[in-house]
């Protein structure tokens, strides 16, 4: 996982996470990813909890259209772009000078500029579970529809996760992380 970072919370924000919402919140924080996240600033973004169960975002997916074992294939892919944490923003960006990937799937570049006025067109807060699902689907419907026919070609879980991973999030080959992704989600029967 590229290194992420939370939005950063002000200190009569944190005095009010105490007892029950201490609770509530620490049983939405997704388990922690295999790299440490570290710390960064990040969008403006409320700071209610965004994350939801890889069994919420599999069942909205589902509703949104999607077949089973792409939904999964998506969700496996968020595990790893982001733990499941739609306010999630990339530390240290690749590309010099961008603000780096945002979100469920890491929105990068010019995808992440037409993620923010999308969400702005909607009303809705950029790390909003529901907008971000939305704007997966209007990608897969429009300016990804290449992406989303191989996509829907798979027939399993780890094929359609495969090939989410390398034609539509398309993360750099640079590490190899990509293509041990790809092969991990091919060798699980799902």
Known sequence: MRPRARPEQTE??????????QALMEALTPEAPTESPKESAAPE??????????DDLY??????????????????????ESGLDSNINEKDPLVAGSRGGFGLY????????????FAKEQGKDLGDVDAQLDFLMVEL??????????IMNTTTAGEAASVIVNKFLRPSTKHGYRQSRSARYLSQNL
């Open 141 to 150: 419907g429009g300016t990804e529809a290449p992406a989303s026919r191989s």
């Open 59 to 80: 069942r909205g997916l589902i509703k949104r259209g999607l077949p089973e074992h792409v939904a999964k294939g998506f969700v496996m892919n968020f595990r790893d």
């Open 106 to 117: 890491q929105v990068t570049g010019p995808r992440r500029v037409a993620y923010e006025a």
């Open 12 to 21: 009569a924000q944190s005095s009010t996470a105490t007892g029950i919402g």
């Open 45 to 54: 973004t409320s700071l209610r909890p965004q994350a939801r169960s890889g």
